[in-house]
Nanobody
């Protein structure tokens, strides 16, 4: 079983910054694409950013220029640097990884437990 452990959420004022991290329990060779999703109150989960093993990234239009996704394959960790935060960014943020427990396993979809980000004055 692949586990993703998130940290870094919290309460921040508009214009502030937070850095989320997500550590996987398996080695980098067993992790493919990683991503961050957000789920605002009462809304569906939305894709925020993705990053491939080699570092290619994609972002939702709403966060371009403000958020940066990165990963450290040696640490099996993905990060989301969140700058210029807005109240609309308030949500539970979930880490995602396409991963496998062992090299012979099929690739599967795994999720972190979620971390709350609240942007408020």
């Amino acid at each position: 079983q692949v586990q993703l452990v998130e940290s870094g959420g919290g309460l921040v004022q508009p214009g502030g910054s937070l850095r989320l991290s997500c550590a996987a329990s398996v080695s980098g060779s067993n992790i493919n694409v990683m991503a961050w999703y957000s789920q605002p109150p009462g809304k569906q989960r939305e894709l925020v950013a993705t990053i491939t093993t080699r570092g290619s990234t994609n972002y939702a239009d709403s966060v371009k220029g403000r958020f940066t996704i990165s990963r450290d394959n040696a640490k099996n960790t993905v990060y989301l640097q969140m700058n210029s935060l807005k109240p609309e960014d308030t949500a539970v943020y979930y880490c995602y990884a396409n991963a496998r427990t062992y090299a012979y396993d099929p690739w599967g979809n795994y999720w972190g437990q979620g971390t709350q980000v609240t942007v408020s004055s």
